[in-house]
């Protein structure tokens, strides 16, 4: 068991740039999160797969934001036309769909948009 | 709206005392809740669930819940200063919500 892991762990960008962040979630897990994370504040829910559906999506999320899991493992999140308030560590978790979801995290995608 | 609430500190307790942190939530479904801790600049983890009314020991760690006021609560006994960290709890039926956390310093 590797963990959950997220690629690239840094990323600088230029406003207006398209970002593309991937995460592979613990192997038998089922259940997949996003969230974000700013300095101070708690996880901010994105969006969260079970298998390759979509559950859920948070309605704070502009259309820039867009995520994938097109055969139930790996993820993907694009922000499309990044704005500096993009800013911030961006979180991914996995949990089986039972066992009180315990959500394990990877260790995160910060980005910074200048 | 299901919201969770806490302190958000820093809550500074000596070492080797009692560290105390609580949580509030307002949506009476909630039956059990996660504590996770946060180091700075690292990714939550887990270090303990609670789901039935009362307390529950794991180690230096208690932790409480009271359903009919809603309340629940982590506490640090023996407090050392690699507990120092931002505690979060979150309602494990509904995980997407998450409070602030409450930032712990641990006083040499």
């Known amino acids: 068991d590797t963990g959950v892991s997220q690629n690239p762990r840094h990323k600088i960008t230029k406003r207006g740039q398209n970002v593309t962040f991937r995460c592979d979630p613990i192997?038998?897990?089922?259940?997949l999160y996003w969230y974000r994370q700013t300095l101070g504040q708690g996880p901010e829910f994105l969006t969260y797969?079970?298998?390759?559906?979509?559950?859920?999506k948070s309605r704070l999320l502009s259309d820039r934001f867009s995520a994938e899991r097109p055969k139930g493992s790996f993820s993907t999140l694009e922000i499309q036309r990044t704005e500096q308030g993009d800013s911030a560590m961006y979180l991914c978790?996995?949990?089986?769909?039972?066992?009180?979801?315990?959500?394990?995290f990877g260790p995160g995608t910060r980005l910074t948009v200048l | 709206q299901k919201e969770v609430e806490q302190n958000s500190g820093p809550l500074s307790v000596p070492e080797g005392a009692i560290a105390s942190l609580n949580c509030t939530y307002s949506?009476?479904?909630?039956?059990?809740f996660f504590w996770y801790r946060q180091y700075s600049g690292k990714s939550p983890e887990l270090i303990m669930f609670i789901y039935s009314n009362g307390d529950k020991e794991d180690g230096r760690f208690t932790a409480q819940l009271n359903k009919a006021s809603q309340y629940v609560s982590l506490l640090i006994r023996d407090s050392q200063p690699s507990d120092s960290a931002t505690y979060l709890c979150a309602p494990t039926n509904y995980q997407l919500i998450w409070g602030a956390g409450t930032k712990l310093i641990i006083k040499p």
């Open positions: 797969f079970q298998n390759e559906a979509q559950l859920e």
């Open positions: 192997s038998e897990h089922n259940r």
């Open positions: 978790a996995s949990s089986l769909a039972f066992a009180a979801d315990t959500q394990y």
């Open positions: 949506d009476r479904g909630s039956q059990s």
